[in-house]
């Protein structure tokens, strides 16, 4: 039977009504199927698949949209070394930092490090869904596909890069170590400034007065459940409505009839994904990550700097006014979020050209230009200090009381 045949076979239509000129062949491969045909039939795995393999994209798209399967690939990459290090990772505030420690040291055989190997790729793959999401986004904000029928798809994406901030806040702290330790003090420490619930908010997430072993356990919680279990929600509904809706064409039609998926866009993709895991293991066998002394509340020398993505936020506190932090703390972040989830409706052009909507491109491109040199001055300054951080109130541990 040619292979046109058999697809048409293993449909569930085909199946349920049966056409009346089957041939005996047809009859008996349907009574009585082979476990392939079985499970085909009512898994449905290989339509599924090749539909994804014919989707078709529009005339003009091309790198660009390799960036969300990127971020895919590296989803399930984080996934799996996550669950390989809390295989090892014990959660309390005696035992964590000696089980980091022996991850990094402990856990050898075949002559490789593969403890400290699987956390080098866990530490730089999160920084990498982070620089492919905003990447991601950017794409996206230029393009205007957030624009009708697009607007779930993209307040989704908005839901998940906060949940991606969120596991990134909460597995710092694991380590258990100095630097997590006051990174931690200093970001629980923000949410006070929340007008009205601020206090009950930081006290929510710390598990008590202050950073403690009520925080790791919850931020453990936060860490390896109920954030994964949101992203994976949220990326479920985010992949359904890109398939749904098709990927938008570029901002200006292009000639050509559209192109299924494969192969020409899935080799693309493929390339990108292989140079993105590339980087990280280099980055993970050449910069191994380290292990600080273990988490010191007493310590008051100790200058703490957050992961490079929050250092554009801690940056502009440090220039913050004493009388204005509320500004930098709850204000900005909070206008540039919901300015981020009403997007689609704060644009109103008809138009995705970037030329018919300067008032939004202007904005954005602002917010980003921002957002990029204040994380970079705090690359470049090597984080926080100490003295700037005390005139913010937020790096002193009797702050964090
Ligand atoms: C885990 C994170 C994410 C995954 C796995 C993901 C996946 C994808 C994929 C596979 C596509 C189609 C290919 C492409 O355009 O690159 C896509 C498109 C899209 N994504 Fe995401 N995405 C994620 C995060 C986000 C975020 C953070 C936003 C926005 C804030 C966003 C907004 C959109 C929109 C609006 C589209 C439709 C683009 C179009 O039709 O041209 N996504 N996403």
Do not use: C
């Not at 202050?210 to 936060?222: K, P």
């Not at 292989?274 to 002394?293: D, H, M, N, R, T």
Request: proline share 7%; charged share 15%.
């Amino acid at each position: 039977m040619s292979e046109q045949e058999t697809q048409k076979v293993l449909t569930p239509e085909t199946s349920v009504e049966a056409p009346k000129t089957k041939s005996k062949e047809d009859r008996l491969r349907q009574d009585r199927p082979s476990l392939g045909d079985w499970l085909e039939l009512r898994l449905g795995w290989w339509g599924f698949v090749r539909k994804n393999l014919d989707e078709p994209m529009p005339a003009g798209v091309g790198w660009w949209q390799t960036l969300g399967n990127l971020l895919l690939t590296l989803m399930v990459f984080q996934f799996t070394t996550g669950i390989a290090l809390a295989i090892y990772y014990s959660a309390g505030p005696e035992t964590a930092h000696a089980s980091v420690k022996f991850i990094n040291e402990g856990v050898q055989f075949w002559g490789i490090n593969w403890g400290l190997a699987v956390r080098g790729l866990h530490v730089y793959g999160s920084a990498a869904i982070v620089v492919a999401t905003v990447l991601h986004i950017i794409r996206v904000f230029y393009w205007g596909s957030y624009k009708k029928p697009r607007e779930l798809t993209w307040v989704l994406g908005v839901f998940i890069f906060f949940v991606i901030l969120g596991l990134s806040f909460t597995g710092y702290l694991l380590p258990w170590d100095q630097k997590a330790y006051w990174a931690t003090v200093v970001g629980t420490n923000m949410a006070k400034d929340v007008p009205v619930l601020g206090t009950a908010i930081q006290q929510m997430l710390l598990g008590g007065p202050e950073v403690g072993a009520a925080t790791l356990s919850r931020f453990y919680a936060l860490h390896v459940m109920v954030l994964p279990a949101a992203l994976i929600v949220l990326m479920g509904l985010h992949l359904y409505l890109v398939r749904k809706h098709h990927i938008a064409g570029p901002v200006v039609p292009q000639k050509g009839k559209p192109k299924p998926f494969y192969p020409d866009q899935l080799y693309k993709d493929a390339w990108v994904v292989l140079g993105g895991v590339a980087i990280i293991i280099w980055l993970a066998v050449v910069y191994p990550p380290g292990l600080e002394g273990v988490a010191d509340p007493t310590g008051v020398d100790f200058t703490p700097k957050p992961e490079w993505y929050y250092l554009g936020l801690y940056e502009l506190l440090k220039i913050m006014p004493k009388e204005l932090k509320i500004v930098g703390t709850v204000v900005i972040p909070g206008v540039i979020s919901l300015g981020m989830i009403l997007l689609p409706w704060l644009d109103r052009s008809k138009s995705r050209h970037p030329a018919m909507r300067p008032g939004i491109i202007i904005a954005g491109t602002f917010i980003i230009l921002m957002i990029g040199f204040m994380t970079m001055k705090g690359v470049l300054e090597g984080g926080g200090g100490h003295e700037e951080s005390e005139s913010t109130e937020i790096s002193s541990p009797e702050a964090s009381v």
